[in-house]
């Protein structure tokens, strides 16, 4: 069994969210998924991830500052184990989930981009030379 976790910003209903769905419905039978999302805002495609199988891990950005929120972003990847780390969307999502696997010795860690202007803060260029 292949523990896959997806990173990303939120569940809204939107293209990368509708595209990871698809994938989700249609995976190998022997990959195991769990989505990592930073928010709860509007409408969403939360049940439908469940009714695919999928483990959901709401970290929400918005209730923590940074430190505390990238500590229980890597805490709850960590409980998760995962084999391969894929991350959606420049800024907190793929900044922080690709930080987190790494630190965690994830060996197999992919980033897709699906935004033209991402949001990105000084920390995120920090960080970014790092775990590009």
């Known amino acids: 069994m292949v523990r896959c976790s997806f990173v990303i910003p939120s569940l809204d209903i939107g293209g990368a969210e509708h595209q990871l769905l698809n994938y989700v419905r249609h995976r190998p039978r022997d990959v195991q998924v769990d989505v990592f999302y930073m928010s709860e805002t509007g409408a969403n495609l939360a049940q439908k991830f469940k009714e695919a199988g999928v483990t959901l891990h709401l970290v929400n950005r918005l209730d923590k500052s940074l430190p ?62 790092v775990v590009d």
Not at 70 to 95: E, I, N, Q, R
Not at 102 to 123: A, E, K, Q
């Open 68 to 129: 505390h929120f990238v500590l229980a972003l890597y805490l709850s990847m960590k409980s998760a184990t995962p084999d391969v780390v894929c991350t959606f969307m420049h800024g907190t999502a793929g900044t922080f989930g690709r930080l987190c696997a790494f630190t965690l010795g994830v060996r197999r860690i992919y980033h897709s981009d699906r935004s033209v202007n991402p949001p990105v803060t000084y920390l995120h260029r920090v960080i970014r030379p």
